[in-house]
Structures are given as structure tokens and as C-alpha cells.
């Protein structure tokens, strides 16, 4: 009231308005993650979409490619029965269904360990990537090569490889999941046993005479694409499979941090330390008396 020298305390901020807070700032995240990985996927899937135009429109000059590199590999297998042999077990034991089983198995070690995220994220991009591999075989429909004295024979398809597809899906997966968790020479072997196993199984595909080149530089290109697009999406920071996620720490050891956690926060700050609320004013600090002494 007028003349009674009171100060009108201040009034806290909405705090509808200090809730929405943290759930805009968590959604800017995820819209920034969702908009890199859209990125990274379009970036890496125009050569796909260049390879899938010169397929359909049958350019002579693809064609070329392709059937010349399949006519030289084959006679080549057919000169060496004992390759042929290796690469139709290569094929075997690549198999798609057999790397969805690998990471299944990953999965189950990460989600007992407590990186339940990197788990959700191994088993949902090969999933998307075997998804992906069925439906663009089905779209394209393009014929496998034929021979008149085929080393092997597949049914299906064959624009893009599936082979080349997974194998690339897995590899990339292996490479994220345990790049962060080694260093220097052991980056430098994962990395060399990725790109071999991957260029492994696409030679094997074009050698045995199932594929063409340009499938499998689609596989190629499809699988690395996903691996980025939904790597991007589930934040690649926090794919660590060494550290439980902060949600699903070890309760024998409370106190350990995971990487991926953050700082500690304090779980009971004091009142006036909370969001929204102005301090409390402090005691003013007493004045020194020119005389000596304080006031």
C-alpha cells in the first residue's frame, strides 16, 4: 500500500511456461538429430538413385559394365573349381539371415550390460535395412545374370544385392558401436576388417555370377545410408556399448557415471537454487568505519 514502504514481492515466472522448457529444448534435439540423418542418407543414396535411373532406362553404357565384369569374373571361378567352391561357402555363410542372427546375439550381450540404446539400435537398422533390401528388389525387378554353366544359382531379384546390402548395415554397425570404445591400432584393424569383409562379399556376389556390379554398388549405398540416417536419429554419442545407459545403471555401483550420462546433477538442490525462483537476498556486508571498527 502507498506510505507503508513495503516492497511488493516479485512474482515466480508461469511455471507451465519453466516446464515446457527442458520438453522445447528435447525436441529441438531430436528435430536436429532427425534432420542430420535425413541428410546423411540423401547425401549418401544419390548414387543409388543414379544407379536405380540408369537401370530402368537400360543405358548401354551400365550395361556394358556389368556384363563384361560378370563374363571375365565367371570364366575366371570356372578356371578354378576350389574358388568357386570357397566363394559359393563364402555366400553361405554371409547370408543376411545369418548377420541378423549375429546382431540378435549382440543385441542380447549389449541389453544385458545395460546399453539398452545401442541394442534397440543394432537389431532396428538391420531390421530396416533387410525391410529396405525386399522392397527395392520388388520396385526395380531386375534380372540376375545367366549363365549357360552357372557356378550357382539364386531365385529373386537382383538390383540391389541384399549380400552387399547387410554385410555393409552390419559392418557400419560394428564400426559405430566400437570405434568410440578403441584406439589407434585397434580403430585401424576395425576398420580394415570392415571395408575387407564388405568388399569381400561383393566380390564374391559378381564372382559367382548372381549380381552385376551395379547391384552391389546399390547394397553399398543403401546399407551405409541407413546405418547413417539411423544413427543420426538415435544420437551416435550415446551408442556406447561399454557404458550402460544412465537409465539402466548397474544399482551394485550407484555412484559410476556412464560416458554418455553428462555432468552429475545435484538431485536436491535448495529451493532457491531450483528454476524460476529468484535467490533470497542476501545479508548486506557490513561498512567499515573510517574511525575503526564496523557499523
Not at 516446464?19 to 540423401?42: D, E, F, K, N
Not at 543414379?50 to 532406362?57: E, K, R, S
Amino acid at each position: 500500500m502507498p506510505g507503508t514502504g513495503c516492497a511488493v514481492p516479485p512474482l515466480d515466472p508461469d511455471p507451465q511456461s519453466t516446464r515446457s522448457a527442458p520438453a522445447a529444448t528435447a525436441a529441438r534435439r531430436i528435430g536436429g538429430r532427425v534432420a542430420l540423418g535425413a541428410a546423411a542418407a540423401v547425401l549418401v543414396a544419390v548414387p543409388f538413385t543414379l544407379l536405380t535411373v540408369l537401370v530402368l532406362a537400360k543405358s548401354p553404357g551400365l550395361a556394358r559394365l556389368d556384363l563384361g565384369a560378370a563374363d571375365r569374373l565367371h570364366s575366371v571361378v570356372l578356371q578354378r573349381p576350389g574358388l568357386g567352391t570357397a566363394l559359393v561357402w563364402v555366400g553361405r555363410v554371409t547370408e543376411p539371415w545369418w548377420l541378423r542372427a549375429l546382431t540378435l546375439v549382440a543385441a542380447v550381450l549389449l541389453w544385458r550390460r545395460g546399453a539398452r540404446r545401442a541394442a534397440g539400435w543394432a537389431l532396428g537398422t538391420m531390421a530396416v535395412a533387410g525391410l529396405l533390401s525386399v522392397v527395392l528388389k520388388t520396385l526395380v525387378s531386375r534380372t540376375r545374370p545367366a549363365f549357360t554353366d552357372p557356378v550357382t544359382v539364386a531365385g529373386g531379384y537382383s538390383f540391389p544385392s541384399g549380400h552387399a546390402l547387410n554385410s555393409m548395415a552390419f559392418a557400419a554397425c560394428a564400426v559405430v558401436l566400437l570405434h568410440p570404445v578403441l584406439s589407434g591400432r585397434g580403430r585401424a584393424v576395425l576398420w580394415a576388417l570392415a571395408a575387407g569383409f564388405v568388399l569381400l562379399v561383393g566380390f564374391d556376389r559378381v564372382a559367382l555370377g548372381v549380381h552385376y556390379v551395379s547391384d552391389v554398388l546399390a547394397g553399398w549405398t543403401v546399407g551405409l545410408a541407413t546405418v547413417l540416417a539411423t544413427a543420426a536419429m538415435f544420437d551416435r554419442g550415446r551408442l556406447r556399448p561399454l557404458t550402460p545407459d544412465p537409465e539402466h545403471r548397474d544399482p551394485e555401483h550407484p555412484d559410476e557415471t556412464p560416458l554418455s550420462a553428462g555432468p552429475a546433477l545435484d538431485p536436491d538442490p535448495e529451493p532457491d537454487a531450483r528454476p524460476g525462483r529468484r535467490p533470497a537476498p542476501s545479508e548486506p556486508a557490513p561498512r567499515a568505519d573510517p574511525r575503526g571498527g564496523s557499523r
